[in-house]
């Protein structure tokens, strides 16, 4: 793949590796962008949309004053959002931006360094507008936030609470006289905190409070507020907004802070799609399953899968391109310096990761199916399917963040010095894709929901209830005693289900003893809880070994031999990485013996060696631009040095041969006259 900037010249050993590799790149595009015209299409809208008069930065974003980067993420903002209002449409409506085909998120990364201000407007508000209102409040709100006259964010977390929702504090109290709703935040502890670009951005908010009505708590519910005038973009009398302050990453984002004195909305600005409040403060909840009001937090975590997946993606086509530039050290006494990525441990670092971004891009892809379904099920009525996705989309949530965030941060060390730059993009990477294992739902707070459904699904199998398709391996399982060693693909993945039931059991276990000994069940749990996170977690590495697998042989069944020979290496490795990363488990929950983890790690170095000649290749087919990526290491061309040399010059500190500082404090210092 080119990297659309006509022919230039390409590092030498870049080039020695594209000419050496085994596979046609583009047909692993293919599979990747799920089909050829998909490919097509993504490639003309990039082509259309990466222009230099857009992109370009004098100043590199990370050398501006937090205003400055604020102000030019806004204009940013503006220009991409106009771009994609007036131009992009044409090339196949919404449907091409719906939001499996991620072009617009792919572009983005153009645009914006850290953040756009806008995410939450398109992230969550606009989906919270689809799944929360009525078709009546749809048609009022969606038209003129789609048009960008209404501008939203997503206000749910406060101070106090952010996980325990049921905790939040903020009040909605109707009152029948006026028929309208008065916001107030009784506490310091209540001020809404964290929502993306309340800070500044917004004029419109959802903001979820707990209701009140005829003198009764109806628990937490949203409502969409105007906090900004639309004119003069001032906060509206009873509203103290504010922005909350630097932050590890997301700084352009302006996330904000929000507390309201009394304030006053309309009846229907409550999103009455779950529940309602009739004119005279009567509550009508229309939620059966209950937990409705959660929709938009499931709805991005099941895309977060898939925002992770093409970030470990980015990190993984800098490194691994910078280790075929980047020569150090010596094998041999006198031999010539070689690439990095010829060293087994390189290798062992960054294999990994093209295979993870692999894993959890088909796993999304499967999730998102399983969602569509769902929702599907939901229309019609039908929520029996939901507490099986609440805590397949939760354990998958946290996994894939988890993992991701770590093989970045591996990506980042693999890079030596350099990868600390942040002209190599990985810090802004890491930065971005840790904060995903903490917000919609912190990593340990959402294995605990999932475990939470696995010991009920135990249960139900120890009664002979039938179970749902995720769980069911539970049933073969079911019997003490340890499951067979079997070293195929097939083999590991059931080993894999066989230490998930292993641990789960042994957490029922666990759970009954203390009971026995008179604790409360609540009690029980909660001294339990190190073993059900480890029990969520061996489940969930289960379902994406089991599932990149299965999806990995059927997207090959019709491609070339080398492009499924590679693929299955790929897949290999990720099994035998995770069998040997988790061999205490399968010593203790499978028939594994000492010669069985000889062969297992054996083959995991062949796998390395084998994979070694197509690494450059696997991550060109990724297929992400220079101007995506962002990145002085990652580059096509592998031009690494020039580009570091060429950022470095572009620091403001550059700009002057001498700082004024040194007149003002080293010379008096050098002087003793300070
Ligand atoms: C264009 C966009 C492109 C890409 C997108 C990429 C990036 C993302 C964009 C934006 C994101 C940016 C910023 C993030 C924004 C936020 O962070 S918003 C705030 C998110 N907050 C959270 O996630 C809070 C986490 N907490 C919770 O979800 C809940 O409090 C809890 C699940 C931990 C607990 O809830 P409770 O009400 O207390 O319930 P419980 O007592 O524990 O359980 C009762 C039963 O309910 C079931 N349940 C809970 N949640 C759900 C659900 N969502 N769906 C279905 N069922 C649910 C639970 O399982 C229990 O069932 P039982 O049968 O066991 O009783
Ligand atoms: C970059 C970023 C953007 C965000 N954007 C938004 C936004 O736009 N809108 C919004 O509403 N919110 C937003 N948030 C907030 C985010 O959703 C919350 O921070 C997140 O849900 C975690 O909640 P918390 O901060 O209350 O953590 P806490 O719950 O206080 O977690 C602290 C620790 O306590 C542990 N813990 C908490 N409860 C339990 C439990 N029951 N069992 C065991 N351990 C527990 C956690 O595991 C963690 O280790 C954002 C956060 C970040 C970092």
Not at 128 to 147: F, K, M, N, V
Request: glycine share 6%; net charge neutral; with cysteine.
């Amino acid at each position: 793949m080119s990297d659309n900037k006509g022919v230039r010249r390409v590092n030498e050993d870049l080039a020695r590796e594209r000419a050496n590799c085994s596979f046609d790149v583009r047909e692993i595009t293919f599979l990747l962008d799920g089909g050829e015209n998909n490919t097509i299409t993504r490639k003309k809208i990039e082509d259309f949309t990466l222009t230099d008069e857009l992109l370009s930065d004098k100043v590199p974003d990370e050398c501006l004053s937090p205003k400055e980067k604020y102000e030019n993420a806004v204009r940013k903002s503006c220009l991409f959002g106009k771009l994609v209002k007036d131009k992009l449409l044409e090339f196949g409506g919404l449907e091409t931006f719906g939001p499996n085909s991620f072009v617009l998120r792919r572009i983005a990364d153009a645009f914006f360094k850290e953040i756009s201000p806008l995410l939450l407007h398109l992230g969550m508000f606009v989906p919270t507008i689809l799944g929360q209102c009525t078709a009546e409040q749809q048609s009022e709100w969606l038209p003129r936030a789609l048009s960008m006259q209404v501008i939203g964010t997503y206000a749910q977390t406060e101070l106090g609470h952010g996980t325990f929702i049921r905790g939040l504090e903020t009040t909605a109290t109707y009152d029948p006289e006026t028929e309208e709703f008065v916001l107030h935040s009784p506490t310091l502890s209540s001020f809404k905190w964290w929502a993306g670009g309340l800070g500044k951005t917004v004029n419109h908010c959802i903001v979820v409070a707990q209701l009140h009505t005829k003198g009764q708590c109806h628990g937490t519910h949203p409502f969409i507020v105007q906090i900004r005038d639309l004119e003069t973009h001032q906060p509206l009398p009873g509203i103290k907004v504010g922005e909350i302050g630097p932050k590890l990453g997301f700084n352009t984002a302006d996330n904000g802070f929000l507390g309201f004195d009394k304030y006053r909305i309309p009846r229907m600005n409550m999103m009455m799609k779950n529940a309602q409040i009739l004119k005279d403060g009567t509550y009508v909840k229309l939620d059966r399953h209950g937990k409705m009001t959660y929709g938009t937090m499931v709805f991005i975590r099941v895309m977060v899968v898939n925002e992770v997946a093409f970030n470990l993606a980015k990190a993984a086509t800098i490194a691994v391109r910078y280790s075929a530039v980047r020569r150090q050290s010596e094998k041999k006494p006198g031999e010539p310096e070689p690439q990095i990525l010829d060293y087994v441990t390189q290798q062992h670092k960054l294999f990994i990761c093209i295979a993870t971004a692999h894993a959890l891009q088909l796993t999304s892809d499967w999730l998102w199916r399983t969602f569509s379904g769902v929702v599907t099920d939901i229309k019609h009525g039908k929520t029996d399917s939901l507490p099986e996705f609440h805590a397949l989309s939760s354990c998958l949530k946290a996994i894939s963040t988890s993992d991701a965030a770590l093989l970045i941060e591996q990506c980042r060390h693999s890079c030596g010095g350099h990868g600390y730059m942040m002209s190599s993009n990985l810090p802004l990477i890491y930065s971005f894709v840790t904060a995903t294992r903490t917000y919609e739902g912190d990593y340990t707070v959402l294995l605990l929901q999932t475990a939470r459904f696995l010991i009920k699904a135990w249960e139900q199998a120890e009664a002979g209830k039938p179970l749902t398709p995720t769980v069911s391996y539970l049933t073969k399982y079911f019997k003490d005693g340890r499951v067979p060693w079997d070293s195929t693909s097939e083999g590991i993945v059931n080993a894999a289900y066989g230490v998930a039931a292993g641990k789960i059991s042994a957490c029922v276990k666990s759970i009954r003893n203390r009971v026995k000994t008179g604790l409360s069940y609540e009690d029980a749990w909660d001294l339990t809880t190190v073993q059900l996170v480890a029990a969520a977690e061996a489940h969930c590495r289960a379902v994406i070994c089991d599932v990149y697998r299965s999806e990995a042989v059927r997207l090959t069944e019709k491609s070339s031999p080398n492009v499924r020979a590679v693929m299955r290496q790929l897949t290999t490795l990720y099994l035998h990485y995770w069998a040997l990363e988790r061999i205490g488990d399968l010593l203790r929950y499978s028939a594994v013996s000492e010669e069985d983890v000889v062969a297992l790690q054996q083959k995991y170095e062949e796998l390395l060696a084998l994979i070694r000649p197509d690494a450059v290749g696997l991550v060109d087919a990724f297929d992400i631009r220079d101007e995506i990526l962002n990145s002085t290491l990652g580059a096509y061309d592998g031009r690494v040095y020039e580009r570091l040399m060429e950022e470095a010059l572009k620091s403001p500190l550059n700009a002057e041969p001498v700082n004024r500082s040194f007149h003002m404090y080293l010379k008096p210092l050098m002087q003793g006259k300070l």
